[in-house]
């Protein structure tokens, strides 16, 4: 009975260092692409059939396709644009829509109403766009009064890595926008481009169209004529990642672009403004190491 003992545990120790030194190999399912992310998150909720007004009666709408998505950061009542950090709201330059003294107002998840006042604005464009007449990046910058609280999330932006993530320069990932009538629409990106943005003619941007895929047409619309600082971001469940603010229209309604910010220039004209708000706040990059690596 000892000797039976002796040998299992033997048997035992053996087995514990068996594979030493060998590569583990991880457990689990494969890393998502960043486009299978954005089809999962979007599609299932489409299929759904719901309504697309983010907001109703003065509250988060819950029939809202996109309800349980991060959408603290895009407040009602705007022109458009979003939070870029606690303090600091972005929008088109050429259509701020409010200045200082304007109030904000956001909602939590839970439909909880906070409000923030505007007291200095500040212009990001540094230089010329003469193709459209308009400077680059196009964007003007709200200090808020006071940090707003955790419930309201701000935007992230592309990582640095970004190309390394997205394929094909995003083309066919499908995207979300707030309209200026403050409805969720999915398009479809047209590319993420990374160009020379100084020269102005071949402006640094992203591109994306009205269609999604069929069946789900009816959750993308034409532009309405007035839709300057709309956000388009990929959303996963607990954050916005922001491709741009609509700027220009490409040859027709259906297809919009605006600053990628994934050229230098245009960061540097971001964090130049933010300078001269006289905030120490930041704007976060996304992490996309959680997805598959591309290249």
């Not at 200095?120 to 464009?125: E, F, H």
Request: glycine share 8%; charged share 20%; net charge positive.
């Amino acid at each position: 009975m000892k000797m039976s003992r002796c040998i299992v545990l033997l048997l035992l120790i053996a087995a514990s260092f068996t594979g030493c030194g060998q590569p583990q190999v991880a457990s689990g399912k494969a890393p998502q692409t960043i486009g299978q992310m954005a089809d999962g998150v979007v599609r299932p909720r489409l299929d759904a059939g719901k309504e697309l007004a983010v907001y109703k009666n003065g509250v988060r709408n819950p029939a809202c396709w996109a309800y349980g998505l991060e959408l603290t950061a895009f407040a009602p009542g705007v022109q458009d644009g979003c939070l870029i950090t606690p303090s600091v709201y972005m929008v088109a330059a050429h259509d701020p829509g409010l200045g200082v003294g304007g109030v904000i107002t956001f909602f939590s998840k839970t439909s909880e109403k906070i409000s923030r006042k505007v007291t200095k604005q500040v212009k990001a464009a540094t230089y010329a766009r003469p193709k459209y007449g308009s400077p680059l990046p196009d964007v003007t910058l709200f200090l808020l009064d006071s940090p707003l609280p955790a419930a309201i999330v701000p935007v992230k932006f592309l990582p640095v890595d970004w190309a390394k993530y997205i394929d094909n320069n995003g083309a066919g990932i499908p995207i979300i926008t707030i309209n200026n009538l403050e409805e969720a629409l999915v398009l479809s990106t047209l590319a993420v481009q990374q160009t020379d943005s100084a020269t102005a003619g071949n402006a640094q941007r992203t591109r994306y169209k009205r269609q999604y895929v069929a069946p789900f047409g009816a959750f993308s619309k034409a532009i309405n004529g007035a839709e300057s600082g709309s956000p388009a971001f990929l959303a996963t469940t607990d954050e916005a990642v922001l491709l741009s603010l609509t700027q220009v229209w490409l040859g027709s309604m259906d297809t919009r672009a605006g600053t990628a910010w994934t050229d230098p220039q245009s960061w540097a004209a971001l964090e130049k403004a933010l300078k001269a708000l006289g905030t120490i706040e930041r704007p976060a990059r996304a992490d996309f190491s959680r997805f598959r690596r591309l290249n």
